[in-house]
Structures are given as C-alpha cells and as structure tokens.
C-alpha cells in the first residue's frame, strides 16, 4: 500500500475525531454555559461587577476556542496540502 494514501488515511481519520471530539466539547460548554447564565440570573446577590466579569471572562474563553480551531484546521490544511504534493518547495 502507498505510504502517502495510508498518510492521508490517517490524516482524514484523524481530523475527523478532533472535528467530533471538539464539536462534543463545544457543545458540552455551551451547555454550562447556558446552566451558568440561568444561575446567575436567579441568583439575586450576585454583584453586577461580578456578573460583567463573568461574561467578558465567557467571552474571552470562546474567542480563545475559536482561534485555537483556526489553528488546528490550519495544520490539517498544511498537512493535506503536504501529502497531496501541493507545497511549494522552500
């Protein structure tokens, strides 16, 4: 069997678990986070300073999430590009 269709094998299998496994996570984390919000609403002593920072930290953290998946699909995208023999020789 050829070394760069077993490459690509592994490469698209691989992909296709981080893509499952990172659509699980957000999901999971949008969930508490909805839970989160829910709580914070219902609870009364809960200072409004406090509330901001929590949003701004929930929205810090999702933008953090977001450019890691950039990344991430990035790297799969150099390293089709690799195994294809698409790249450019340096």
Known sequence: MDSK?????MLQYNKTSFEKSF?????MQNNA???FQ???HQTKGFPEEGRNFMFEWIDF???LRDD?????DEGYRKMEEFLSGDHKEV
């Open 23 to 27: 659509s699980t996570m957000v999901n």
């Open 68 to 72: 890691y998946k950039t990344s991430v």
């Open 5 to 9: 269709f077993m490459g690509k094998q």
């Open 38 to 40: 829910f709580w914070l």
């Open 61 to 63: 953290y999702k933008k």
């Open 33 to 35: 986070e909805k839970m």
